[in-house]
């Protein structure tokens, strides 16, 4: 219930006519009060005679205008749209997007991780998609230049073909251009919760800064670090993450590494549909049948006279 809350909380103010219409019904109940401004308080509870009349019919005079008043606030309530769960997916597939930015320079054919970088990061690519098998990618390359390998598709199998072919050689110029590599992911993606991958062995926070300027905003990044823990500035990491509210991963062996991404890439999911109304189930319906027993007895006899009842 930590995610409860009310997709149309404006109409709880529905809430302030409906009670004074109840305070309204109960006050044309009160006999007394109505008299009281023409006779004296002292002389009125003598003058005053009222039928005989059961106990029960005493207290559904009173009960009809405070059953009213929870029948109105029910319905406003499930006016407001209460929710506390996300809409069930119609397909077995998340609709996760990331984008996959590889660093393709002459510094990712360093071995100090093996087979070298280039390759580990394609190796790495593999056991991620692997782990997330519904996940829509796009795979970019990047050096002096930045370049669109391919567009958003779920056809794995392509992307790691041809991230196993990225190589060095075949970028037109050698650098570090991190600043266009990120505007073009984000074009590819342009929606909440997807999450942009770089994988590289450096970054310079001069270059995301240039980025920010020049555009660069609302994406999830996470820089994963394409290098042994003792060859790599991880302060030039850290203050690139900081800069876009991002998240560094440091390379691993195994495959703890590939489950800190994917979990990152399901919370940055996750964190966008919390913030997204419409994906969020409308609770309000399930009111509708109390509501719905509690009208029934409007049908019972004398109810209608005894909410509207005047002297």
Not at 122 to 141: C, G, N, P, V
Not at 296 to 308: K, P, S
């Amino acid at each position: 219930m930590s995610s409860f809350h009310l997709l149309r909380p404006e109409f709880l103010l529905l809430l302030i006519p409906a009670w004074l219409l109840v305070w309204w019904l109960l006050k044309q109940q009160n006999d007394e009060g109505k008299w009281q401004k023409v006779i004296d308080k002292k002389l009125l509870k003598h003058l005053l005679v009222e039928p005989e009349q059961s106990h029960a019919k005493k207290h559904s005079k009173i009960a009809a205008p405070w059953h009213l008043g929870v029948v109105l606030t029910l319905l406003v309530i499930a006016l407001s749209g209460p929710s506390w769960k996300l809409k069930a997916s119609p397909f077995t597939q998340d609709d996760t997007k990331i984008a996959i930015v590889m660093h393709v320079s002459k510094s990712m054919l360093n071995t100090d991780i093996m087979p070298n970088r280039l390759s580990r990061a394609a190796i790495k690519i593999e056991d991620l998609l692997k782990e997330r098998s519904d996940t829509k990618a796009a795979l970019l390359a990047y050096s002096g230049t930045a370049h669109l390998v391919l567009p958003l598709t779920g056809d794995h199998s392509i992307i790691k073909t041809f991230a196993q072919a990225l190589d060095p050689g075949i970028m037109p110029l050698e650098g570090n251009n991190i600043q266009d590599a990120l505007l073009l992911a984000m074009k590819q993606l342009e929606s909440k919760g997807s999450t942009i991958i770089v994988l590289t062995d450096a970054v310079s926070p001069s270059s995301v800064k240039l980025a920010l300027k020049e555009g660069f905003q609302g994406m999830n990044v996470i820089f994963w670090q394409m290098a042994s823990p003792q060859l790599f500035n991880e302060a030039d990491f850290q203050s690139a993450a900081s800069m876009l509210n991002g998240k560094t991963v440091t390379y691993t062996g195994d495959d703890v590494d590939v489950k800190a991404v994917s979990s990152m890439i399901d919370k940055n999911f996750k964190n966008a549909a919390q913030s997204d109304n419409s994906k969020y189930e409308d609770g309000g319906y399930y009111l509708v049948p109390l509501i719905f027993l509690l009208l029934l007895l409007w049908a019972r006899q004398g109810f209608m006279a005894e909410l509207w009842r005047r002297s």
